[in-house]
Nanobody, 125 residues
């Protein structure tokens, strides 16, 4: 069984940086895209960033564009989210997700079929 395991969350001051990692373990599985989503208390889960696994095209939410960078490492079977210039409003549980099948939509949670357990990111003011 394939699992996605996030790491790298924590507490950071506003203006600081964190790098989240999402490693896939278990049997080899095909993936079309990998995404990061986040959910703050009392709010719906929202799209943060996505990357097409083979082609490398990237997509970002407007709220993080220019501050966050998504990347992947084939050899390590891992996707990363580098978060710079963090703001208190970035505080949330961050989830990694994998989409197995090709498609134009990458910003919607429902198109992803495998999810990690989440990692907490807290940004203090």
């Amino acid at each position: 069984q394939v699992q996605l395991v996030e790491s790298g969350g924590g507490l950071v001051q506003a203006g600081g940086s964190l790098r989240l990692s999402c490693a896939a373990s278990g049997r080899t599985f095909s993936r079309y895209a990998m995404g990061w989503f986040r959910q703050a208390p009392g709010k719906e889960r929202e799209f943060v960033a996505a990357i097409i696994w083979s082609g490398g095209s990237t997509y970002y939410a407007d709220s993080v564009k220019g501050r966050f960078t998504i990347s992947r490492d084939y050899a390590k079977n891992t996707v990363y989210l580098q978060m710079n210039s963090l703001k208190p409003e970035d505080t949330a549980v961050y989830y990694c997700a994998a989409r197995s099948f090709p498609g134009l939509v990458v910003r919607t949670a429902s198109v992803y079929d495998l999810w990690g357990q989440g990692t907490q990111v807290t940004v203090s003011s």
